[in-house]
């Protein structure tokens, strides 16, 4: 927006909080010397501050990982160099990628739970608790920044961190118009078209994409359609106003389902014996605008407030008969307001940032059965879903020395959950509400040990609520009464520098302990359920290193290491006490090596190593470890005058055809967890810019 540079410091996020949504990490070089190391910011919707500051573990993912040689599909591209992350489901998208932070997620069969997401400052997870991504715009993607570890004192209901993408505003395009065209395997086509700029006091972008792709399974193709635009006016040198407005268009998604370990080995590329003649998959339609208002000198600090209203309309059919086809119509609304500012204690200085916030979700939803054949049978479900979240919170910061720094922060959020049963299955009125007060916390502190390196520490709290899709009762409409929240203890140290050799570590240890946890289940007739684990432990080190030894190269490595597990947790049949927690390994590593030539010349060759898990809480069903290789390449030329350029690149993925799974369903019935993986895949594109 072209904004002049910020004086704030905004506060610090305890791990805790950063967690909650303290989002973004950007690096921003400002004159580097042997003995002036660069500047790292964490900026965010309600915080920005130096990150040797910052008492929380987060990683970013910079433009040029989001776009350099990408197709810009899925974020398991972008992230899985973050460590303490796990993602899967790349290729079904009709459930949509499963994303766990430190094993909050993972229970997920579709749908994104206990991360909290945030597009350019709206928060893309509803007041129940549940994200859909979508709708999310990569190829307008500026960064990603991922704040890791539960806490909810910044942005409520999630325990697993935050995710904070921002797209561009138009400002930072060296050329525009850009337009893009890219084929692949298994007929992968996408066209996108960008253009942005700034004239006087306004600015702007305009991203277009069309994606058509027919799977590499049966029954897995998709079109998508999205637009993302951003239209920012500079009122004076301290107030803007924005506006964003995303529309999505997905009018087929295939679900090709899970496999049985026999289905599997006889043709992987089948679909499940029932996804076919349903015609298995989701078609959607989604609008959002969004309003920004931010000024830089109110009250003496600096003030953001933010309104959005969202439309959602929905269908999908499941991969099985019986009461498995699924619609709603949502409307999603809601507004922020938050304060910072910068005061003096005891002429120490003492930064905080204090707000409101509120959201409402309005779905109509209905669910039917449906014969083998795919007709519809009976009428199921009818009812009205509302949930309403209103938050209150206030962080402080005090910097104690010019070394150490101490955070705290505290939230209450209330979230209500009702139902209206317009069904009532044979005659009973299934009609209900729940209301959460939850009250969150959390401490840090920092210390520069020395210029450049940091040691922290945080102790933060976090809640989960259910979603309305976990409270559903398997015998019928309603709230299951025996389904709660889940609470998580979450601890943190951590280790982070930068040499002027131009290597970068971060290195942090986690302890969380979980009361209630959230586990899946499914019925027999292939619905999915949820229920209460007594207490759950959760342990691990997270390393990540980014190494530039010279201009033309560089060397980024993640390493994760954790341990997932019940703690105290009994079924009606079994007890899983030290069972490790199902779809989580305790073993990734990601490492890069990227060479740069002249101009936008490049290659790049990425090795993923991904740990052997369980498929079931029981772990008798054990899903193997497996290495993935892909590589990248590209470069660019002028074309004619006026500077206008060529762009070309070519990706291979899985370049060994490593046979692995893009997603496991978690306790699954019937044996069927398993959806494979495309073996060796191409991927090419041209770009021209203008």
């Not at 995303?246 to 014996?273: C, I, K, M």
């Not at 879903?385 to 209103?390: D, G, I, V, Y």
């Not at 559903?472 to 309603?478: I, K, L, V």
């Amino acid at each position: 927006m072209g904004h002049r540079t910020r004086r704030r410091l905004l506060g610090c996020l305890p791990m805790a909080m950063a967690a909650w949504g303290a989002p973004a990490l950007v690096a921003a070089e400002e004159g580097e010397s042997a003995e002036a190391l660069p500047t790292i910011t964490i900026s965010a919707p309600r915080l920005e501050r130096s990150l040797y500051d910052t008492p929380a573990a987060v990683s970013t993912v910079t433009r040029e990982e989001l776009q350099q040689g990408q197709q810009r599909v899925r974020l398991d591209e972008s992230l899985i160099g973050v460590p303490g992350v796990f993602l899967q489901n790349r290729d079904n998208f009709a459930q949509g990628q499963r994303i766990a932070s430190r094993g909050f997620g993972a229970r997920a069969p579709f749908g994104i739970r206990g991360i909290h997401i945030r597009v350019d400052g709206i928060p893309y997870t509803l007041p129940d608790g549940q994200a859909q991504i979508d709708a999310v715009d990569l190829d307008s993607a500026e960064r990603i920044e991922v704040i890791r570890g539960p806490a909810s004192v910044l942005y409520g209901n999630a325990a697993g961190g935050v995710l904070d993408i921002t797209t561009g505003d138009g400002s930072e395009m060296r050329r525009s118009p850009l337009l893009r065209l890219q084929g692949g395997s298994h007929g992968y086509h996408k066209l996108a078209l960008r253009q942005g700029g700034e004239s006087g006091n306004w600015v702007h972008s305009v991203s277009l994409s069309a994606l058509d792709f027919e799977g590499y399974r049966e029954q897995s193709a998709v079109e998508k359609r999205l637009l993302n635009a951003r239209l920012g006016y500079r009122l004076d040198d301290d107030r803007t106003l924005s506006a964003l407005v995303n529309l999505l268009d997905l009018p087929t998604a295939e679900d090709p389902g899970g496999l049985t370990a026999e289905e599997v080995a006889a043709d992987r590329r089948q679909a499940a014996p029932s996804a076919g003649p349903l015609d298995a998959g989701q078609r959607v339609e989604q609008q959002l605008l969004g309003l920004h208002y931010e000024d830089l000198d109110a009250a003496g600090g600096e003030l953001n407030a933010r309104a959005f209203v969202s439309r959602r309309d929905f269908e999908q059919q499941l991969p099985f008969p019986g009461s498995s086809l699924v619609d709603y119509e949502r409307r999603y609304y809601g507004a922020s307001l938050d304060l910072t500012r910068e005061e003096t204690l005891g002429q120490r200085p003492l930064r905080y940032v204090a707000g409101v916030e509120t959201g409402r979700q309005e779905d109509d939803r209905g669910r039917r059965a449906v014969t083998p054949q795919g007709a519809v049978s009976a009428e199921t479900a009818d009812e009205q879903q509302n949930a309403t979240a209103t938050g209150a919170f206030l962080l402080a910061e005090l910097g104690v020395t010019e070394a150490l720094e101490l955070s705290a922060g505290v939230r209450h959020d209330q979230v209500r959950l009702s139902i209206d049963d317009r069904f009532q299955a044979e005659g009973i009125d299934a009609s209900g509400s729940r209301t959460f007060r939850e009250w969150t916390g959390s401490l840090g502190a920092s210390y520069r040990y020395r210029e450049g390196h940091q040691l922290y520490a945080n102790l933060g709290t976090a809640y989960e609520t259910p979603t309305f899709t976990e409270f559903a009762r398997p015998d019928g409409s309603g709230f299951n009464p025996e389904v709660a929240p889940q609470r998580a203890l979450n601890r943190e140290l951590g280790l982070r520098g930068r040499f002027a050799n131009g290597l970068h570590y971060d290195l942090a240890a986690f302890l969380v302990r979980v009361d209630d946890e959230l586990v899946p289940f499914e019925a027999g007739d292939g619905r999915t359920f949820y229920e209460n684990a007594g207490r759950t432990a959760r342990e691990g080190i997270e390393l990540e290193l980014d190494w530039s030894p010279t201009l033309a190269w560089r060397v980024t490595s993640a390493l994760t290491l954790a341990d997932y597990r019940f703690s105290r947790f009994a079924d009606d049949e079994r007890d899983f006490a030290d069972n490790r927690l199902p779809g989580l390994p305790r073993r990734q590593w990601h490492n890069r090596l990227t060479w740069y030539g002249n101009g936008e010349r490049f290659a790049s060759a990425e090795a993923l190593y991904t740990g052997g898990f369980y498929a079931d809480n029981a772990n008798e069903v054990p899903v193997e470890s497996h290495w993935l290789l892909n590589l990248r390449l590209g470069d660019s030329w002028p074309l004619g005058g006026a500077g206008t350029r060529l762009g070309a690149h070519l990706g291979v993925r899985n370049l060994f055809d490593e046979a692995h799974f893009a997603n496991v369903r978690i306790n699954a019935n019937g044996g069927r967890f398993f959806e494979p993986a495309p073996g060796r895949t191409l991927h090419a594109g041209l770009e021209v810019s203008f």
